[in-house]
């Protein structure tokens, strides 16, 4: 796959340059800020940008706000974010115009190299990929607040499996559930959501997006 990096740290920036020039990817950028990037997609046309979220001058929401940009211009690039912390905003603002081909990581609980490639790989086959502790700390409010609280615990797990990106197949060899059951789970997920059923809206898109905006 054609990548374009935009990190600031240097050593982080430079791994990432050799991990993945290594496992047969190309590189054709690797930029210590955001605000080139836009158009650094725009001449390299790459498959996925890996971006941090807080990066130079500010380090509020440069990354961020260089992914929406990047989505809106070129909705099929994938976008794999990279973060130190859990930004329920800023994920819910990134997942907005849809949850394909979207990733949210935090940096320190990328253990494994492994895990790394293979959510750069799912991200690049269109899956939204988000890790379980953004999952856990998304969901963790009180039912007061949650209007995720009318899901039952099953529901609730569908629906998190569902957000971390896995297909309703993924979803029942997750869960030991019958695709039947799965989709199933989903319709009542949808409706409990109160989601609308018109064909111009994609179901499975919205529910992540009130996942993540909860």
Do not use: C, W
Not at 93 to 111: C, P
Not at 128 to 155: F, K, M, N, Y
Not at 176 to 181: D, K
Request: net charge negative; no cysteine.
């Amino acid at each position: 796959m054609r990548l374009i990096i935009a990190e600031d740290s240097a050593l982080l920036r430079e791994g990432l340059v050799r991990l993945l020039a290594e496992e047969g990817h190309e590189i054709v950028a690797a930029l210590p800020d955001a605000e080139k990037l836009p158009d650094a997609v725009d001449t390299h046309a790459p498959d996925i940008v890996i971006v941090d979220i807080r990066m130079p001058p500010t380090h509020t929401d440069e990354g961020l706000r260089a992914a929406v940009e990047i989505r809106e211009r070129r909705p099929s690039t994938g976008v794999l974010v990279l973060s130190q912390h859990v930004e329920r905003r800023y994920a819910a603002q990134l997942f907005a115009a849809g949850a394909e081909g979207i990733g949210y990581l935090l940096k320190d609980r990328v253990a494994q190299v492994e895990e790394f490639l293979d959510a750069l790989e799912r991200v690049g086959a269109g899956s939204a990929v988000i890790d379980p502790e953004v999952v856990r700390q998304l969901l963790g409010r009180s039912a007061r607040t949650d209007p995720l609280a009318r899901l039952t615990a099953r529901e609730r797990d569908v629906l998190e499996s569902l957000a971390q990106g896995h297909s309703n197949a993924g979803i029942g060899e997750r869960l030991h559930l019958s695709q039947s059951a799965v989709e199933k789970h989903l319709n009542s997920v949808f409706d409990k959501l109160e989601l609308p059923r018109t064909q111009s809206h994609n179901r499975r898109v919205l529910a992540v997006l009130r996942y993540l905006e909860a």
